[in-house]
């Protein structure tokens, strides 16, 4: 299988689109995808649907061709939305007009019993050099270029804002629902693909071609199991490439159901288990997270942190209860939270309260100011004594104001690692919040997410070799 | 021609104990010394030769779980122990397994005390060889205290399978027990991935227990399954 990304940068980035199966009926697989074509699609899109000439749609009067030898121009990839049965015949026809790509969303293939009809699809491709994605899939979503084959309507699924994140979903359904939650969080999850079957392209062939992807910072993963022969060690192979030149996260769902086989005790039972999968990642350097949640608490670092030299984190709070359950999450993890240096606790002590703790956590204490914050990071994130820092700032005290974001913003300066806790409802919280996110200071609810996220960054530091000995 | 394709050859899907010594020998990984005895008389003279305390094990390939018919006696001290071994397991296997045709015994080497290793391997068709590591014991098994790698296994990987284990600890020494020859079992993990590599056939393997002895002394097979499929 060779996978350059040439290969695939028809089917993900396509300038022409040729919708088979297109319609003008509201609610219909057809219609969604035709909608997100004419309202978001940056290049040149087809319809083809031999039931209509033209119809008018969304004020526009969109010319239907009756087959895809009857489209003028040259089309990198055709989108398939019609019954199993017509879909061969669709493929070649548009093999035959020098197509390289093809989205498949019909579904009744091999996930239907219909294993010849799949290959049929595979054997097709190959003779006529059509990448294969799916069938029985929601194919690209791509918002660099407003590629989306999703067929799910967008106020009901929302589209993600263009970012540093990709998203490689086994399930199509997962993917809409991160898609969704994404897109509400402001996440810029720029290009999702689902393959549904996989009878062709697969997470093989998707992370060589987000490798070389420069606008992807991040390759997120969600599998539930793989189904070829051999289709680990390629899935290893080309991890491991990919991991020196950008993260990968992974979340493996199904872990129960082989973890009930292998009450066993030989070595057999493990076979195909949720192990073999953990021990798949660590040997590839893959991060693998405990949910989706924290696949992606984990991303937003990863994208916007430089590397930490090694695991030492300066916790800064101004609360006291909450810079305990940091340093809890952060040691359990196996990050450390040396003590400060007695010369710079002397200097810390003419600055700060006189009633603020100067250990680690340095708690500054719910009588702060944002100068506080900011002298603390001063004397401590730039020196030698710290690899990175989770900054614990309840909003709700009087003494702090928006001009503290301006201060951690300032402190990227010192590239180091800084994750911040930012705990409530309130308008003020919420700006604050923003402001941060904006300018690329990943944000957390909870210690125990943050904490998470600096592990994160650990990880992929000791993976790319960076840390310090 | 290799045990391997020995045992392929006469319809075998299994290997023969002493032949698994072989194979693992072949790829230097440390087993104790032993032989094979046809009668009473073999077994003492190969005993004295290995040196005592040994072991007894039957040989037969209708047995597959020795120790259930009786198959095995462990810490032999001396000529006496062996002929009184050698004789109850006789006794045993034809009381508890008439039907089994026996073909000898293995005489092996006693290993020392040290912590009781498991590294198995099996064959999946989407995964290929995988290598399991573990603690032997019933914690183990409870916490699935497990760390697995796809072969092949660099030496790296097989120090991360080591750590990964949470009862990694009591291999480098816990509470006054002396730390254990770790390099040697990394060694022990290579090299079975690279056996395992070259012979596409093994489905299954366990080497159960692998013994860590303390620091600089090594570790050893002490027991080992290979069960054997297709290529």
Redesign the interface.
């Known amino acids: 299988m060779s996978s350059s990304q040439e290969d695939l940068a028809p089917l993900i980035s396509p300038s022409s689109v040729a919708l088979v199966g297109a319609s003008p009926k509201q609610a219909s697989v057809g219609y969604v995808i035709l909608e997100n074509l004419i309202d978001r699609f940056r290049g040149t899109a087809y319809f083809v649907n031999p039931k209509y000439d033209e119809v008018e749609i969304k004020g526009r009067q969109l010319k239907f061709y009756k087959s895809i030898s009857e489209i003028p121009g040259p089309v990198d990839v055709v989108v398939i939305a019609v019954p199993a049965q017509v879909v061969p015949q669709v493929l070649e026809e548009a093999g035959k007009k020098g197509v390289k790509a093809a989205v498949i969303i019909s579904s009744g293939f091999a996930e239907a019993g219909n294993k010849e009809l799949e290959d049929e699809l595979r054997a097709l491709g190959r003779m006529y050099g059509v990448r294969v994605l799916g069938p029985n899939c929601l194919g690209v979503y791509n918002a660099f270029n407003g590629f989306d084959t999703v067929f799910l309507p967008a106020e009901r699924a929302g589209r993600p804002p263009a970012g540093p994140l990709a998203l490689i979903s086994q399930s199509g359904a997962v993917a809409a629902s991160i898609m969704d939650w994404a897109a509400r969080r402001n996440i810029g999850l720029s290009i999702m693909v689902n393959y549904g079957n996989k009878a062709d392209v697969g997470d093989v062939e998707l992370l060589r071609y987000f490798e070389r992807d420069e606008r992807i910072k991040v390759i997120t993963v969600y599998v539930e199991g793989?189904?070829?022969?051999?289709?680990?060690?390629r899935f290893?192979d080309a991890a491991r490439e990919v991991v020196k030149k950008k993260p990968i996260i992974a979340y493996k769902a199904g872990r129960g159901a082989a973890?009930q086989r292998?009450?066993r005790?030989?070595?057999?039972a493990?076979?195909?288990s949720y192990?073999?999968y953990?021990?798949?990642f660590?040997?590839a350097g893959i991060i693998e997270a405990a949910n989706l949640r924290d696949m992606f608490d984990m991303a937003k670092a990863l994208a916007t942190q430089p590397l930490p030299r090694g695991g030492r984190v300066l916790v800064l709070t101004d609360s006291g209860g909450m810079g305990i359950q940091a340093v809890d999450e952060l040691e359990a993890l196996g990050l450390e939270v040396p003590e400060l240096p007695e010369s710079i606790r002397r200097d810390l002590r003419r600055e700060l309260l006189p009633f603020s703790a100067l250990g680690n956590p340095v708690d500054v204490t719910g009588s702060a100011t944002d100068q506080h914050y900011k002298v603390v990071l001063e004397a401590l994130l730039p020196t030698a004594f710290f690899d990175m820092a989770l900054v614990i700032t309840l909003m709700q005290v009087p003494g702090l104001t928006q001009n503290l974001a301006e201060y951690l913003i300032d402190a990227r300066r010192f590239r180091k690692p800084i994750v911040v806790v930012n705990f409530g409802g309130s308008e003020m919280v919420q700006s604050f919040t923003k402001s941060l996110e904006d300018a690329e200071i990943p944000t957390y609810p909870t210690p125990d997410r943050a904490a998470r996220a600096l592990w994160a960054l650990y990880q992929y530091a000791k993976i790319r070799g960076v840390v310090r000995p | 021609m290799s045990v391997v394709d020995r045992a392929k050859a006469e319809g075998r899907t299994k290997l023969h104990e002493h032949e698994a010594f072989e194979l693992l020998r072949r790829y230097s990984i440390p087993v104790p010394d032993y032989g094979v005895a046809k009668d009473e008389e073999e077994a003492v003279s190969l005993a004295e030769k290995i040196g005592y305390p040994v072991a007894v094990k039957v040989i037969s390939r209708q047995i597959v779980h020795k120790t259930d018919v009786g198959g095995v006696v462990l810490g032999i001290a001396d000529r006496g122990g062996l002929v009184a071994a050698c004789n109850k397991i006789r006794e045993s296997v034809k009381a508890r397994a008439p039907y089994a045709e026996v073909e000898g015994c293995l005489i092996q080497k006693m290993v020392p005390q040290g912590i009781e290793l498991i590294i198995g391997a099996v064959y999946d068709d989407v995964f290929g060889h995988v290598v399991a590591f573990g603690l032997g014991g019933v914690l183990t098994e409870l916490y699935r205290d497990v760390s697995m790698r796809l072969v092949p296994i660099e030496e790296e990987d097989a120090w991360e399978m080591l750590r990964e284990v949470k009862a990694y600890r009591l291999l480098t020494g816990y509470r006054g027990t002396p730390p254990r020859d770790l390099h040697a079992v990394v060694d022990v993990i290579v090299k079975f991935s690279r056996l395992l590599s070259e012979n596409p056939a093994i489905r299954e393997a366990d080497l159960n227990p692998v013994i860590a002895l303390e620091e600089g002394k090594g570790a050893y097979v002490v027991d080992a399954r290979f069960l054997l499929g297709g290529d």
């Open positions: 793989f189904k070829y022969p051999g289709e680990a060690r290893l973890a292998a009450v005790s030989h070595t057999a493990l076979a195909g192990e073999m953990r021990g798949l660590r040997q």
